[in-house]
Structures are given as C-alpha cells and as structure tokens.
C-alpha cells in the first residue's frame, strides 16, 4: 500500500470519529431544565451555561476582542471552523460557499445559515458580513490583523488563540466555548473525541492518524509503514 492509499486511510478514520462525536454532541448539554431548553430552541446558541463573564477580554492573534455580553448572532467568517460551530450546536448567522466542503458538520449545525456569500479577491466580504447584523464575528485560523481590520469595525472579532503558532483543533473549540458561554461542551466533545479515536482498533491505519494542528479534519500524520 503506497503513502497515497495509507493517508486516505487513515483520513477515513478521522472523519469517522469525529462525525461520531459529532453525532453524539447534538445529545450533550440536555441535562438542563425544560424552560432552558425552550430557550435555547428558539436562539442560534445552546442556553449559556454561567462559566464565561461578560464582559470579556480574549486575546487573540488578530488582537484583543472585547466581548460586552453574551454574543446571540455570530458570523462564521471561514468555513474552515464549520466542524467547531457543530460540537458546540451553535448556528452561525453567514459564512462563505466553502461551507459545503463540510457536510457531516452542516447537517449538525442545528438550524440553518441566514447567509452563504461566495468566496471572492479579498479576505473577508465586509459589506455581508455587516448585512447579517452580527455581534460577533470568529476566524479561528485568522492571524493577521490586517485581515480582519474591517471585520474588527463591524463587531468584535475573535481570531486564532494568541501566542501558539499552530494552533490545535482543541485550543481553537476552547476558546469559540469561552466566547459563547459553552466551555463545558467544548470540554465534553475533546474528550468525548479523544475516547472515541482511542477506541479505534490499532490494526487499522486510522488509529495511527491524528488531526492536523490547523483541522480536525483535514490533514493527518501517519506513521511510516512496518
């Protein structure tokens, strides 16, 4: 089996257990009372659990974002973050076309997206992203504030976590949960994926692939053939 066959492989197997533990975080946080989730069912966001103050201040590679209360419209400015808004069972209010590159996190995402812009010459549409009235707009992949210069006039935006040059799937659901009030569901997706790769067979070439340090989805390592 050549280094193509292998990787694809072992490709397979991440996007298995991370659809999994997607499937299984549209169940997580249902421990709530019925008025919270009555609540939560007409909102883009899951009820708030009370582990973020507002307001708050997150560093970020883009800068500061100073988030005053509780964000309600966010915009997902990079489809790259689709498979994050899933786990966490939040609805973005837009993001870009690429968005269908990732259909296992789509039909997770549990309400549907207001906007879906195309991709064009410039980093960030800052005209549709203000048409969609958000209160916070997330990149957690974004890096430079030149980038999202524009998109800081709009609403506070939250880029990727400051000071890790390459950050991991898990930092990057870290910090979306501090922002939105739902730390807790991101602890409960690391882990809940972390014990389902761990149960992957060590015969397959999936138990042998992790995550990229940019997607969770996307690139893997794979260890050399025996």
Do not use: H
């Not at 989730?37 to 507002?54: I, W």
């Not at 999202?148 to 939250?158: G, H």
């Not at 501090?178 to 999936?206: K, V």
Request: with cysteine; charged share 20%.
């Amino acid at each position: 089996m050549n280094i193509s066959t292998r990787t694809s492989a072992a490709l397979r197997g991440v996007a298995v257990a991370w659809v999994t533990v997607i499937a299984l975080a549209g169940c997580s946080g249902n421990s709530g009372s019925t008025t919270e989730s009555a609540a939560a069912a007409d909102s883009l966001l899951p009820a708030a659990e009370g582990k973020t103050e507002y307001p708050l201040t997150l560093d970020t590679a883009t800068g500061p974002a100073v988030i005053e209360e509780r964000p309600e419209r966010v915009v997902m400015a990079s489809s790259w973050d689709a498979d994050l808004f899933a786990a966490l069972g939040v609805t973005p209010v837009g993001t870009d076309e690429q968005v269908d590159f990732y259909p296992w996190a789509v039909e997770k995402i549990p309400g549907e997206i207001e906007t879906v812009w195309p991709i064009g010459d410039t980093a960030y549409p800052a005209e549709q992203v203000a048409n969609t009235t958000p209160d916070l707009v997330v990149d957690t992949l974004a890096a430079d504030p030149v980038d999202t210069e524009q998109l800081a006039d709009i609403a506070p935006v939250v880029g990727a976590p400051a000071g890790i040059e390459a950050p991991l799937w898990e930092d990057r659901l870290r910090l979306l949960g501090e922002a939105l009030n739902l730390s807790d569901r991101a602890e409960q997706f690391i882990g809940e994926y972390s014990t389902t790769f761990e149960n992957i067979p060590p015969s397959t070439p999936s138990s042998r692939a992790r995550p990229s340090t940019t997607s969770c989805t996307g690139e893997a390592e794979v260890a050399p053939a025996s």
